[in-house]
């Protein structure tokens, strides 16, 4: 009984919010943005569970020694700090703590002065890091063993010369025709083959979500409760 619970709501509340999108009555306009209402007071209990999750693995971490667990105290450490500093805007009013210039919240200069020039520089960091990754992905499928291969090639040739305003420069300077040449075939490959080939992969995508979301409200599959698809 405990698990037909959950299907019975996942059917009702599928069913509903399906239909609302697609009546304009006031009644099923309110009923939308009453579901999106309590979807939000989900949320941060989902927070919560994400908060509850890091901190098992972490701690897990330290206590087998796992590798690299050091640098597990440095995830508590920023998180304690940022929550000590970033929630409590009640101590603000703590005559002493104002006198000493030390204020909190999301605004404190203490807050704002870790966010960044700690959490904005790691997070470059990381984004810079996946431009070795791309280019080692991009050496192993642009060599041209294929037809399709040497397509690919081409197209993200033409459109990384016409990217960057030093393709046009080299192009006017070394070929007397056709002026802006590079940025006129990269926007069109841009304009055309891509974009033909990102509406089939959105189209495909949006096939399966919906296809997925069939199986979910019709109690097909099963996987968010846990168990095995089909019990």
Same mark, same amino acid.
């Given at each position: 009984?405990?698990?037909?619970?959950?299907?019975?709501?996942?059917?009702?509340?599928?069913?509903?919010?399906?239909?609302?999108?697609?009546?304009?009555?006031?009644?099923?306009?309110?009923?939308?943005?009453? +579901?999106?209402?309590? $979807?939000?007071?989900?949320?941060?209990? @989902?927070?919560? !569970? &994400?908060? %509850?999750?890091?901190?098992?693995?972490?701690?897990?971490?330290?206590?087998?020694?796992?590798?690299?667990?050091?640098?597990?105290?440095?995830?508590?450490?920023?998180?304690?700090?940022?929550?000590?500093?970033?929630?409590?805007?009640?101590?603000?009013?703590?005559?002493?703590?104002?006198?000493?210039?030390?204020?909190?919240?999301?605004?404190?200069?203490?807050?704002?002065?870790?966010?960044?020039?700690?959490? +904005?520089?790691?997070? $470059?960091?990381?984004?810079?890091?996946? @431009?070795?990754? !791309? &280019?080692? %992905?991009?050496?192993?499928?642009?060599?041209?063993?294929?037809?399709?291969?040497?397509?690919?090639?081409?197209?993200?040739?033409?459109?990384?010369?016409?990217?960057?305003?030093?393709?046009?420069?080299?192009?006017?300077?070394?070929?007397?025709?056709?002026?802006?040449?590079?940025?006129?075939?990269?926007?069109?490959?841009?304009?055309?083959?891509?974009?033909?080939?990102?509406?089939?992969?959105?189209?495909?995508?949006?096939?399966?979500?919906?296809?997925?979301?069939?199986?979910?409200?019709?109690?097909?599959?099963?996987?968010?409760?846990?168990?095995?698809?089909?019990?």
């Amino acid at each position: 009984m405990r698990r037909q619970v959950p299907l019975v709501l996942c059917f009702a509340f599928g069913i509903v919010m399906a239909l609302t999108e697609f009546s304009p009555h006031q009644w099923s306009k309110w009923i939308n943005e009453e +579901v999106i209402d309590w $979807a939000l007071v989900i949320g941060p209990f @989902a927070l919560v !569970i &994400a908060i %509850a999750t890091l901190v098992q693995t972490h701690w897990t971490r330290i206590r087998r020694r796992t590798e690299h667990w050091q640098y597990s105290y440095l995830v508590f450490g920023g998180m304690i700090i940022m929550l000590l500093i970033g929630i409590p805007t009640f101590l603000n009013k703590i005559p002493f703590l104002s006198k000493i210039g030390l204020s909190f919240g999301q605004k404190s200069p203490i807050f704002v002065w870790l966010f960044n020039h700690v959490q +904005v520089p790691m997070d $470059a960091t990381m984004f810079s890091l996946l @431009a070795f990754f !791309i &280019a080692s %992905a991009a050496y192993r499928a642009f060599r041209a063993r294929t037809l399709e291969a040497t397509l690919l090639l081409g197209a993200a040739l033409i459109v990384m010369i016409g990217n960057v305003p030093i393709g046009d420069f080299i192009w006017n300077a070394v070929m007397p025709f056709g002026e802006n040449l590079p940025s006129d075939a990269r926007q069109w490959i841009l304009d055309n083959p891509n974009l033909s080939a990102r509406r089939g992969i959105i189209l495909g995508i949006s096939l399966g979500v919906i296809s997925q979301s069939i199986r979910i409200i019709l109690g097909i599959e099963r996987s968010y409760l846990g168990g095995v698809e089909g019990e």
